[in-house]
């Protein structure tokens, strides 16, 4: 790396340059990161990731594409090679892979499920490209194609990884040793879906199609004692697996689905009058702690009774309950949620009024209002008051719909609607620049560059919806977008909302920090590299670990023809003269 | 004058209804299970059909297991309850279907797997000795579901001594046609490609799923942030989710020879491969380029509108609407003239301007030529909305006659409107194509939301001036207590009485409602 040159004589040779006519040379930045680009095509298909597969604790590029996987590993002068440091090619072509540290040993690996058959695995830190083979009898199956994965999780809690393979109708957990997988699978049912598509003789539009989803378990400390059991749900049953010193071969206890679902009247065709009763669900459960009492409760809804039962995460009698609760009309939902703060979890149900088809039409034209209630039941001493405390109303107001579609507002709609996704897609988030231990500085981007503003985070920062989701899940945004709303209302009162200031309730920090920081003096700069559109989001991440945060910037290519990762390491200002910026685009 | 009209008017007052003579007899096969099929099939080659019936029993949390039950029909066409015969079906079976494929008598069924095919004679039991290889080449389909099964149909009668059935199958990187002796193995006779095959090999995305709470709601998306993979990710629950397809092709006969030749789409074009020597060659005889007036939303069906016996085509041409109005709707009439299928112009258009039209072709009126029956759905305006909803539904039939295809104008306008409290009258399953009541005319029938069926007929007047009316009565004519499933309804002549039959099935019980002339 060369030395810094000082801005004054970048200002006199690029006016000699562009004198001379010659097209400046493309200003890395202002010093202040080492720059990889990685330029994949449209057709590539490649994917990225950036983890440590050396176990140096820097992370390293891999490029995993259609011959195979490809690591660059973090050179001591904080770049990425052009060329892979290290390679393989995929075994077959029925391959699924995973890249996760199967051994803990620090560094990632490369796992392959290989025809269903074997578990590969390729560890970079060997320095080998020699596929290990950890199983040779998988006894699984997968459909042709190269794939990703994520079959290496850690199931059993005990902090090493383990690996799931699909079977016929039922996975088979390896779980993790020291030093392998054990032989003996721990065997959970599932249900597939598949659909086959066998085309027809007598038509000229028809396709060959298959189509497969194999769900998943979910891995969670069911009964509360701390330590993580298996729930495995198909159409017919639900397995619970509760853990003790490891999981059991067989489960804990099930309950018949499909015994609850008969239990429910459900309707035979679709009611055209009451369009909600179409849709809700005939049976429902959630599990929480509702006496304080271990194990933890579980609460069953069929149709519109809910039968709590105590300790039921240990197993239960469906017909015997210790509370039975019935509501009315159509329940879309129902949480358990300390609503009043004393420490124990309340029951809320999420109510749908009663719409007809006819309503619907009618708000083509006339502004309507769509109501849903939440009604919440007490929990007083692990017992669930008989009536509600409260009753609190959502009250959706709609415009006429027919607004929505003719020509005129069509247009204002299309560019109200590119608005609404610039402002949640707008890529500003928060980074340490300073060093400074603090998450408190703003990277954005400006035209054809980044900038980065630095103590700027505001105290009411929040992250965006896909950051919650990753931390609450799908039920906790539920919980919090529409039963948390009513929070604050009073008993018996509604909370009002447009329809069209939907959108405005959903976060967008990224576009908040952009109106906070946009005209402020930036403290660094970096160009975008050459021939892209825009940035389509940012990642942070201390990529070198030095402590400082490093950017991912990815980026659409000019003209839909690709996307370019631009990857910034943040130069440590303490790390003394260690030259100027160096970038390698591949 | 009158001495003739009167014997002739009291003779058509006096001679009974066809209809009077009709009854349907309600069957049930209920199965231990699910029914996931049901087919009409001449298994023995006796010329009467054998009813299929493809099951998916469970025992507990045990994995289902697929079985195909063979009814016969007595002499009197009865039904018979107990199953002729019950096929275990292997596990790793993705598909299955008929074909004469050995030298007994009658047709075998072939089984796919992931790595090809294999051929079970149905009046055996077991699989000992029975079942044997007769493809091997690595398929499409390469995962079973153990709880359904679909009918394969890309079977090419052979018409050749001494070779059994050809059959088109998806293999792994597109098409192939295989044949040979009967008993097999068979051989590759052609392959054709599908170039998307290899680039769909490597899996850009994964797709994924996410639920909330504990129940059926579920939403399907592209997981993972795309091209940048992270450690931390929206919580799932999916292990694999992954779907690819190729086209398929259609096997008429194009040149009415008598051979099945097969069609199959080139990019915008029409690649029509003619049959030679029993196979299917690899080159195209021709490639017909898609014409200018094929222009919008098209949906192709094919019949032999003509009875040449070559096969022509009906394309239904949709031209957007913007917002809520009716778009036009063209069905276009294309004769095959024996060289090629798309014409420079079309043999005739009807146009229809509306928000949806379904169309069925059948011999409505037992003439031996094709009627067009139409159905055009119009949704209301806005000022309807507002002031009262109303879905009108027209029928038409236009009727096979003279030197176009269809006459003109339809021979039968039935109009139905529906409001709001009666709009779950409208969606409704409609069939009119065969004769229930044995008048010579199609009947229609319908079956609703909850399954229930009835049967309208169809009626003709002669005016005394020449002329005909065609109306279709208001009152059913029968309806059924049984109830079927609007999703699968069949109507077709299985116990060979000459007259429609109607077949459905709802969980574990299939419903079969056979006609019965009772003057016979």
């Avoid at chain 1, 720059?35 to 950036?50: C, M």
């Avoid at chain 1, 008993?491 to 959903?506: I, Q, S, T």
């Avoid at chain 2, 004769?335 to 229809?352: A, C, K």
Wanted: proline share 5%; hydrophobic share 40%.
């Amino acid at each position: 790396m060369s030395a810094p040159r000082p801005p004054f004589r970048r200002v006199v040779a690029a006016a000699l340059l562009a004198l001379c006519g010659a097209a400046p040379v493309d200003d890395v930045g202002t010093g202040d990161f080492l720059e990889t680009v990685v330029r994949i095509g449209i057709q590539d298909g490649s994917r990225l990731k950036l983890t440590d597969m050396d176990g140096d604790g820097r992370a390293d590029l891999v490029r995993i594409g259609i011959n195979g996987v490809g690591v660059s590993f973090l050179a001591d002068d904080d770049t990425y090679a052009t060329e892979p440091d290290w390679s393989i090619s995929w075994p077959s072509t029925k391959s699924a892979w995973d890249i996760a540290d199967i051994d803990g040993d620090g560094a990632d690996d490369v796992v392959v499920l290989d025809s269903g058959a074997r578990v590969l695995v390729f560890r970079p830190v060997s320095g080998s490209d020699e596929a290990e083979v950890w199983l040779a009898d998988a006894g699984g199956f997968l459909p042709r194609g190269i794939r990703r994965m994520r079959f290496v999780r850690d199931v059993d809690g005990d902090g090493r990884r383990d690996v799931i393979i699909p079977g016929s109708g039922r996975f088979l957990i390896h779980r993790g040793t020291e030093g392998g997988l054990d032989p003996q699978p721990l065997s959970v049912v599932y249900e597939a879906e598949i659909e086959l598509k066998v085309g027809d003789p007598e038509s000229l539009d028809g396709r060959f199609g298959q189509e497969i989803g194999i769900p998943l378990f979910s891995i969670e400390d069911v009964d509360g004692d701390g330590r993580t059991d298996l729930l495995a749900e198909s159409k017919q049953e639900l397995a619970v697996y509760l853990a003790g010193d490891t999981l059991p071969s067989e489960p804990s206890w099930t309950l018949d689905l499909e015994a609850l679902r008969a239990e429910v009247d459900s309707p035979e065709s679709i009611d055209l009058e009451d369009l909600f009763a179409n849709v809700t669900p005939q049976l429902n459960w959630q599990i929480d702690d509702v006496d304080g009492v271990a194990p933890h409760d579980l609460i069953l809804q069929r149709g519109n009774r809910f039968t709590v039962h105590l300790g039921g995460t240990h197993g239960l009698d469906p017909a015997r309950a210790d509370q039975v609760l019935k509501a009315s009309g159509n329940v879309l939902h129902f949480v358990m949620r300390d609503v009043d703060g004393d420490g124990l979890v309340d029951l809320q149900l999420l109510r749908a009024e009663t719409i007809s088809l006819g309503t619907v039409l009618r708000w083509l034209v006339i502004a309507g209002s769509l109501d849903f209630d939440v009604y919440t039941y007490r929990n007083e001493g692990g017992r669930f008051v008989r009536k509600p405390t409260s009753r609190k109303r959502i009250s959706l107001r709609l415009p006429a719909l027919i607004g929505l579609v003719t020509d005129k507002d069509r247009e204002e709609w299309e560019d109200y609607g590119d608005e609404i996704t610039d402002k949640l897609s707008w890529p500003a988030t928060l980074l340490d620049f300073d060093g400074d231990g603090r998450v408190d500085d703003v990277i954005d981007q400006r035209g054809d560059e980044l900038v980065v503003l630095r103590d700027r985070r505001p105290a009411d920062f929040a992250p965006d919806l896909v950051q919650r989701a990753k931390v609450e899940g799908i039920d906790g945004l539920i919980e919090s977008f529409i039963f948390g709303i009513v929070d604050d209302v009073e008993d018996g009162a509604a909370f009002d909302m447009e329809l069209l200031d939907l959108p405005n309730r959903v976060p967008t920090p990224g576009w908040d920090l952009h109106l906070l920081t946009k005209n402020d003096v930036p403290v660094a700069r970096q160009p975008l590299p050459s021939a892209v559109d825009g940035v389509d989001w940012l990642r942070v991440v201390d990529l070198n670990g030095d402590g400082y945060s490093d950017i991912v910037a990815v980026c659409d290519a000019d003209n839909w023809s690709g996307t370019v990762v631009q990857i910034l390491i943040r130069k440590n200002p303490n790390a003394g003269a260690s030259g100027g910026a160096q970038g390698t685009d591949r | 004058m009158i001495r003739l009209v009167l014997p002739l008017l009291l003779a058509v007052a006096a001679a009974p209804d066809a209809a009077d003579a009709v009854s349907f007899v309600e069957h049930r096969v209920t199965v231990d299970g699910e029914i996931f099929d049901r087919q009409f099939v001449d298994v023995d080659g006796d010329g009467t059909l054998e009813l299929v019936v493809a099951v998916a029993t469970r025992k507990g949390t045990d994995r289902s297991r697929r079985e195909l039950r063979i009814h016969a029909f007595d002499d009197a066409g009865r039904l018979q309850a107990e199953p002729r015969r019950s096929i275990v079906v292997m596990d790793d079976v993705t598909t299955y279907g008929f074909a004469d494929l050995r030298s007994e008598p009658g047709l075998e069924l072939f089984f796919m797997t992931p790595s090809g095919v294999f051929s079970y004679s149905p009046t055996r039991d077991g699989y000992r000795d029975n079942i044997a290889r007769l493809v091997e080449t690595p398929m499409f389909f390469d995962v079973p579901d153990g709880g359904s099964m679909p009918l394969w149909r890309y079977v090419l009668p052979s018409g050749t001594p001494g070779r059994g059935d050809a059959l088109l199958i998806a293999e792994k990187d597109g098409f192939g046609l295989w044949g040979g002796a009967p008993d097999g193995p068979y051989e590759r006779l052609s392959h054709f490609a599908d170039e998307t095959v290899a680039g769909a090999l490597f899996e850009t995305r994964e797709r994924s799923s996410m639920s909330a709470g504990r129940d059926r709601m579920r939403f399907d998306f592209d997981a993972s942030g795309g091209i940048l993979l992270e450690d931390d990710e929206i919580p799932t629950l999916s292990l694999l989710r992954t779907r690819r397809s190729i086209r398929s092709p259609a096997l008429v006969d194009v040149d009415g020879d008598g051979r099945i030749d097969m069609l199959d789409r080139d990019q915008d074009g029409l690649a029509v491969h003619l049959a030679q020597d029993g196979a299917i060659p690899a080159e195209a005889s021709r490639v017909e380029p898609r014409p200018e007036y094929l222009d919008g939303k098209i949906e192709r069906t094919l019949f032999d509108l003509d009875g040449d016996g070559d096969m022509d085509m009906v394309a239904k041409v949709t031209s957007g609407s913007e917002g809520l109005g009716p778009a036009l709707i063209r069905l276009l009439v294309l004769i095959n003239d024996g060289d090629r299928l798309y014409p420079e112009t079309p043999d005739q258009v009807l146009r229809f301007e509306a928000h949806e039209i379904r169309f069925q072709l059948s011999d409505v009126d037992r003439d031996g030529r094709l009627d067009l029956v139409v159905a055009k759905y119009e949704m209301p305006s806005l000022l309807d909305v507002a002031t009262g909803f109303e879905l009108r539904r027209n029928q038409l039939i236009f009727l096979g006659r003279g030197e176009t295809p269809f006459e003109r104008q339809p021979s039968m306008r039935n109009e139905s409107i529906f409001d709001i409290e009666s709009l779950q009258a409208a969606l409704v399953g409609r069939y009119l194509e065969e004769d229930l009541s044995g008048d010579g005319l199609a009947d229609l029938v319908e079956i609703d939301l909850d399954g229930r069926i009835s049967v309208r007929r169809l009626q003709r007047d002669s005016g005394w001036f020449g002329g005909e009316t065609w109306s279709i009565d208001d009152q059913a004519w029968q309806r059924f207590d049984a109830r079927g499933s609007i999703t699968n309804l069949v109507v077709r002549d299985v116990n060979a009485d000459g007259l429609g039959d109607m077949i459905s099935h709802r969980r574990d019980t299939l419903l079969l409602l056979l006609s019965r002339r009772t003057d016979r």
